[in-house]
Structures are given as C-alpha cells and as structure tokens.
C-alpha cells in the first residue's frame, strides 16, 4: 500500500522505434508486467507521454540500414542497444546532444484494477492486457489533437 514502481515496457526495442511526431509502442505481446501485476494485485495505471520522441532525431531505418542492423545486432547479443541520435548544441539549432526545445506533455489515466491471484490463467492476463491497452488509445484519442497536433501517424501497438 501506497507505493508505486515504473516499468518501460517497450524497452530496447521501442527506443529503436522512437521518431519525431510519431508514438510507436512495443506492447501488443508484452504480457508479462501484466501478470506481475496479478499476482501481487497492483493495479496498471496508463500513462502517455506526448513529446517525449520530438526532443531528439534519430538516424532512420531507411537512410542509414547499415546503422539499424548494428543496433539490431547489439540487441540480440547483449540485450539492449543505444540509439544513436542528436538534436541540438550549445550555440546552433542544428547538430549537438542537447534535447530540441519541444513541448512534452504527459497524461496519466485512471487505474486499470486488479484482482490479485497467484496463478493468473492466460485468459485474466489477456483480459487485463486488452484494458490496459484500450485506456492507452482512450488517452491518445483524447489527448492527441492537444498535444500531438504535428503528429504524422496516429498511435501504433506493435510487436
């Protein structure tokens, strides 16, 4: 009671997927912080952070292939990779570390609640999974024209 632990769940995978103007999120077959959940009874609280893939630039997929299969090949073998990116410095707009200054908003919605079992069967966790992804798209669509109305795609769940 009364206290609070924050997963990314996307992790090396969705950081690769990070564009300006665009929300990618791994989490279609991302379960298993569901079933945490369940089984210790904390209850998932969506949260969306509109901006946060605008304050830097990354290399594309489709400009630099060779870049994208390193980074893949990191992954597979040590479990997590480094995007390269870059944005801004100290006395240009044009090529530095520092973040661009972006607007970042973020939007938190109501809790999903969770019964607590021991061994959740596959059917409560995709249950609980399908909620927990229905009030992330609730938030985008709620929120999306505020806060993301340079957007160029609407909100992806892949992988």
Known sequence: MGRAITIVVGGAAESLEARPYSLR??????????????????DLVPVLAFGENDIYDQFAVDTHPTIHRFQL???????????????RGVFNYDVGL??????????????????????????VIDRVHGEY???????????KDDFAPHRKEELCIFE
Do not use: C, S
């Not at 609640?113 to 069967?121: K, L, S, T």
């Not at 992804?133 to 929120?143: A, N, P």
């Open 133 to 143: 992804v229905r009030e992330l798209e609730r938030l985008w669509d709620l929120w």
């Open 98 to 123: 520092l973040p661009y200054r972006r607007p970042m908003n973020i939007v938190v919605g109501p809790a999903v609640r969770v019964v607590q079992e021991q061994e959740p069967g596959q059917e």
């Open 73 to 87: 090949l990191v992954k597979k073998i040590m479990g997590f990779t480094i995007p390269l990116f870059h944005a």
């Open 25 to 42: 999120l791994v989490l279609a077959k991302r379960k298993g912080f569901v079933k945490i959940a369940i089984r210790t009874g904390a």
